[in-house]
């Protein structure tokens, strides 16, 4: 069961989103961290920095060579604990808005466009679903999912992936004005919705799986592919004397993390967040 520590918490994962982009272009996030009202740490993601298996670790805590999830062409069901696993059995509420990869690691897989998109069904990891399932689905779209979501089940863990900066990244590259202008508008949302979020006490976490190079490329070793932001909004006081370190938190680190923050304990096998 979760302890009495717990807390609802929203997870934001903005895909393709390098950390030096996110300092630069999300305003309205910068703007809490400046008022002392969020904090941002630079997380490095694992390798392959890619997206399927970074999802599945960043909601299992898990490395690919052990989770087998090593490339975007893997389609199954994820064999590990992920974070909707143990929030559900602990008799909390999940939802996730979500790119339709999400679907096939923790409910069912494949993935059918036409029965797929909407899910309710309690005894499944994500209890509450609604599924895109191509990239340049309006990310104010995939919000007003979320947001639905949120309002008609009162989740106490709602994974909200977008997926537009990831996209414009890999048409225009990570250093053209598209994917600087998919930031802005992301930060444009977040803006209007994070300020809603924090009033209902929830716990915000805003991040990434992976970057996104020049070029437009992802998968590699380099600092634009695997450095990531990792916001923390709405109890940041425990972060804010650390928020100066420099060195990147590990990526494995985030999904326990998570799990303090739901109240929840994490597996032995994946270790302790920060």
């Not at 598209?178 to 209007?192: N, T």
């Amino acid at each position: 069961m979760a302890n009495a520590q717990s807390q609802k918490v929203v997870m934001v994962v903005l895909d393709g989103l390098r950390y030096d982009a996110a300092r630069r272009y999300l305003g309205f996030m910068e703007h809490l961290v400046e008022h002392g009202n969020a904090v941002c740490r630079q997380v490095r993601s694992e390798l392959p920095s890619l997206s399927r298996p970074l999802y599945e670790v960043l909601l299992t805590g898990t490395p690919a060579y052990r989770n087998g999830i090593t490339a975007n062409s893997i389609v199954r069901q994820s064999r590990e604990r992920s974070l909707f696993h143990l929030a559900s059995e602990a008799g909390l509420t999940t939802a996730a808005a979500a790119y339709h990869w999400v679907s096939e690691l923790y409910n069912a897989a494949p993935f059918h466009p036409l029965t797929d998109r909407h899910q309710h069904d309690p005894a499944r990891p994500i209890q509450h679903g609604m599924f895109y399932f191509e990239d340049h689905y309006p990310d104010s779209h995939l919000f007003a999912d979320a947001e639905h979501l949120r309002r008609a089940h009162d989740p106490d863990f709602l994974y909200i992936h977008s997926m537009n900066i990831d996209d414009d990244g890999h048409k225009f590259g990570g250093e053209s004005k598209e994917y600087a202008g998919a930031v802005r508008i992301a930060d444009s949302i977040l803006a209007m919705l994070v300020p809603q979020w924090l009033s209902e006490g929830y716990l915000v976490v805003v991040t990434a799986d992976h970057g996104m190079s020049a070029e437009g490329q992802h998968g590699g070793t380099d600092a634009a592919e695997r450095l990531v932001p990792f916001y923390l909004l709405g109890r940041a006081a425990e972060l804010l004397q650390r928020a100066e370190e420099d060195s990147p938190i590990p990526q494995l680190q985030v999904m326990p993390y998570m799990c303090s923050l739901l109240g929840l304990a994490a597996p032995v096998s994946v270790g302790a967040g920060w």
